[in-house]
């Protein structure tokens, strides 16, 4: 990555505002040659060269491991004077992707190498006219804030001086490193079709769940207050709005006349919008210009209809929930999650000719960034909230060996050693009587699965006690960690501690009598991850591995929810091979052909759809697209 030679971190005033929009302009002359902007900023951003859009999206990052973009600006660049604009929108408020920080734009241009503009003192800032600044009008806690554009209020700060101000130099010590993927490409308008028109209301379909940037043409007799609500599914006729304290919905005010205006920095996830306006409008067009990763699908052929069907739904799934990073569900949240990435990392191996392993491997290195002080990772990253899901962590060690299984490239597993080191030191230090226990505080949510007994609620207080699936975690941490010492030319250090927890473990959960583990110390809680994990832990023999994968297939456990399946799929595939497959197959054929056969063109959360959570279940969540793994394993 080239270097900044002489920009300076700037922003509109000394005091950060949250939820607040940046306007950043100047001019330079070219004469001709090769001209690249190097540009960070905190939040998000938005370039334009001579009033025409550029790019934007800022990498998800930390203070410590800033990502700059390199973007060739010449195809924009006219003989003479030009122009440069930048709007930032910084959030300032930490969220489940986002690590507060000082506000702050850095950018400098270069033609042929050489340095000709950068971002300082003379810099001309001020706030936004359009954009309403400090509103904080959550969508959700994960996702952020939604925001409220006034039409009338744009002048033209893209290409003159108008408004302007010095900007000010803010103190801001960042570690650069150059975005590690690609820009996403935005492609042109989805096809949206309008369901319902009534003047003043419109329900627009956009045929199947899409992921992109808010888009509007219309005509306004005259300056109005308009409510976009966006969803992905419809219930009594309309979309999910509001649900609990999460909002779904952007606000725009109308001029009068031709409207047109694109959000190039919040995506939406959805299939619906519907249009409210105080007075009839003429609508041209509402819906979004698609964002995706670029990457290329390889060519799969199955047999069977309805599995290339499913096998589609899920590649397109997971293609979906591939922006910065990973994210889990690109409706509600768009965050990266430990466990979540890695079912997608490993399915993307096989569903990607190019371009995933240095996805894959951008997102394992975003994750090793993160900095929690009891060091364990954090729930998402990057992540300014003080949760995490401890079992989450341990899921890391497997996502890093199938890593350097599924590429090759030992380089990443040496970079984020350290890391997987400094989590199981946690683990270790956590243990008792040669079990890890439950961590306390309630920063510290339990989660292992959307099932009984396996999801304490969010920051309860647990007690400080051993279970099953914490405990069959940190041996196959342990045994992935294996791998990984045995790739790096490592010694293993840990066969004592592996041995000691797999007996102890064994002897605390197992019931002889039932021929199955429990859950906890005392109970008979069966879950079907737990048994499974047991499983694939080596904590049983033959004739016992046998005997609990039947009672999976019988479903004699304590269910688990789509996400975990692949466990319960491994252990009983490990035990009873080709029978083993073929009840897999059948399982999936039964979840995903319930999806399909009522019209969902991206797979679930859970298997109850929409109605989960408190209504709040996502229909499109990359967590679930596991069937690929599973179709490619039996076909080679």
């Not at 998402?380 to 899901?389: A, H, K, N, Q, V």
């Not at 683990?427 to 339990?446: I, K, Q, S, T």
Request: net charge negative; hydrophobic share 35%; proline share 3%.
């Amino acid at each position: 990555m080239r270097d900044f030679e002489r920009a300076k971190w700037i922003w509109v005033a000394r005091e950060s505002l949250p939820d607040s929009y940046g306007e950043f302009y100047d001019e330079f002359s070219w004469e001709g040659g090769k001209c690249e902007v190097l540009l960070s900023c905190d939040g998000d951003y938005t370039l334009f060269v001579n009033g025409q859009f550029v790019a934007s999206n800022q990498y998800g990052d930390f203070e410590w491991y800033k990502s700059v973009d390199e973007l060739d600006v010449t195809p924009y660049l006219r003989k003479g004077k030009n122009s440069i604009a930048v709007l930032v929108w910084h959030f300032g408020v930490d969220t489940q992707r986002y690590f507060h920080a000082q506000a702050g734009l850095i950018f400098e241009l270069f033609v042929d190498g050489k340095s000709v503009l950068s971002s300082g003192e003379n810099t001309c800032a001020r706030y936004s006219k359009a954009y309403t600044s400090g509103a904080q009008k959550f969508i959700t806690v994960q996702l952020g804030f939604s925001f409220s554009y006034d039409e009338a209020k744009e002048d033209a700060w893209k290409t003159e001086k108008v408004g302007y101000h010095s900007a000010v130099l803010v103190d801001k010590k960042c570690d650069f490193v150059a975005r590690p993927i690609d820009k996403l490409e935005i492609q042109p308008r989805a096809k949206a079709t309008c369901l319902k028109a009534e003047g003043n209301y419109y329900l627009i379909d956009l045929g199947e769940e899409r992921v992109g940037l808010p888009t509007l043409e219309f005509f306004s007799e005259t300056a109005q207050k308009i409510r976009v609500d966006w969803g992905e599914d419809l219930q009594d006729g309309h979309v999910r709005r509001i649900i609990g304290d999460r909002d779904f919905s952007f606000n725009y005010s109308a001029k009068a006349g031709k409207n047109e205006y694109t959000n190039y920095m919040l995506r939406l996830g959805c299939r619906y919008l519907e249009v409210y306006a105080e007075k009839p409008i003429a609508l041209e067009y509402a819906g979004l210009l698609p964002q995706v990763y670029p990457t290329k699908k390889k060519g799969f052929a199955l047999e069977n209809a309805l599995d290339q069907r499913i096998y589609n739904t899920c590649v397109n799934t997971l293609n979906r929930s591939m922006m910065e990073h990973y994210v889990d569900t690109p409706w509600r949240e768009q965050c990266l999650y430990v466990f979540d990435s890695r079912n997608q990392m490993l399915c993307g191996y096989y569903a990607f000719e190019d371009k995933n392993a240095r996805y894959a491997r951008s997102n394992l290195q975003l994750i090793s960034k993160d900095r929690r002080e009891d060091g364990l990772l954090s729930i998402c990253y990057p992540c300014g909230m003080d949760l995490t899901i401890p079992s989450f962590s341990l899921y890391y060690f497997m996502a890093v060996r199938e890593y350097v299984e599924y590429t090759g490239d030992v380089s990443l597993a040496r970079e984020v050693y350290p890391k997987l080191r400094a989590i199981l030191d946690v683990f270790l230090g956590n243990r008792e009587d040669g079990l890890v226990c439950a961590f306390v505080g309630r920063n510290h949510w339990n989660f292992y699965d959307w099932s009984e007994y396996l999801s304490d609620p969010l920051r309860d207080a647990k007690p400080s006690t051993p279970d099953l699936i914490l405990n069959a975690l940190f041996i196959l941490a342990l045994e992935n960690l294996r791998v990984i010492d045995e790739k790096l030319g490592n010694e293993f250090a840990f066969d004592g501690v592996l041995s000691e927890c797999k007996k102890r473990t064994r002897e605390t959960f197992f019931r002889a009598q039932d021929g199955a583990f429990a859950f906890s110390k005392t109970g008979k809680e069966y879950t079907a991850l737990g048994n499974a994990l047991a499983v694939l832990a080596g904590l049983t023999n033959e004739t016992e591995t046998r005997f609990i994968c039947e009672k999976l297939i019988n479903g004699e456990f304590l269910e688990c929810s789509l996400s975990m399946k692949c466990f319960k799929y491994d252990a009983v595939i490990s035990a009873l091979s080709e029978r083993g497959k073929a009840w897999v197959l059948s399982e999936i054929r039964k979840d995903y052909g319930k999806m399909l056969d009522i019209g969902a063109t991206t797979v679930w959360e859970t298997i109850d759809g929409a109605s989960a959570f408190g209504n709040a279940g996502s229909l499109c969540h990359g967590w679930s697209a596991t069937p690929i793994y599973y179709y490619h394993k039996w076909k080679a």
